[in-house]
Nanobody, 124 residues
Framework: QVQLVESGGGLVQAGGSLRLSCAAS????????MGWFRQAPGKEREFVAA????????DYADSVKGRFTVSRDNANNTVSLQMNSLKPEDTAVYYC?????????????????WGQGTQVTVSS
C-alpha cells in the first residue's frame, strides 16, 4: 500500500509559479513510478507529468512542456511539480499518483494509488 498526500496548491496570478509536493508513505519514492494529473470542472482527468521508477525518465503533457518540471527527493520521500509561467487554463485539482509498474506511465488507468488532490487556481 502507498499513501500519498499533496500540498502546495493555491491561488496565483497568470505568469506566476507554484510548487506542488506529494509526500509518500508505505514505499520509498525511489521504488515507485509517480505521476501528476489534473482535473478541471466538467473535464476528464488528464496527464500532466510523470517520473519512472528508475528516476531516469520524465514525461510531460504537451501543454506543460517547458513550464512544468517533475522531480524526486529520495531523502524526503517526496515528488514535486514545479509549475512556472502559469496560465488560467492550468486551473484544476492536481492529483499525485503512484504505481509499482515499470515503464512510462502516462494514463490515469496505469496508476493504483492516488492522493486526495490539491486545488490550483490561476487568475487572469
Amino acid at each position: 500500500q502507498v499513501q500519498l498526500v499533496e500540498s502546495g496548491g493555491g491561488l496565483v496570478q497568470a505568469g506566476g509559479s507554484l510548487r506542488l509536493s506529494c509526500a509518500a508513505s508505505g514505499r520509498t519514492v525511489s521504488s515507485i513510478a509517480m505521476g501528476w494529473f489534473r482535473q478541471a470542472p466538467g473535464k476528464e482527468r488528464e496527464f500532466v507529468a510523470a517520473i519512472t521508477r528508475t528516476g531516469r525518465n520524465t514525461d510531460y503533457a504537451d501543454s506543460v512542456k517547458g513550464r512544468f518540471t517533475v522531480s524526486r527527493d529520495n531523502a524526503n520521500n517526496t515528488v514535486s511539480l514545479q509549475m512556472n509561467s502559469l496560465k488560467p487554463e492550468d486551473t484544476a485539482v492536481y492529483y499525485c499518483a503512484a504505481d509499482l509498474k515499470w515503464g512510462r506511465l502516462v494514463r490515469p488507468t496505469m496508476y493504483d494509488y492516488w492522493g486526495q488532490g490539491t486545488q490550483v487556481t490561476v487568475s487572469s
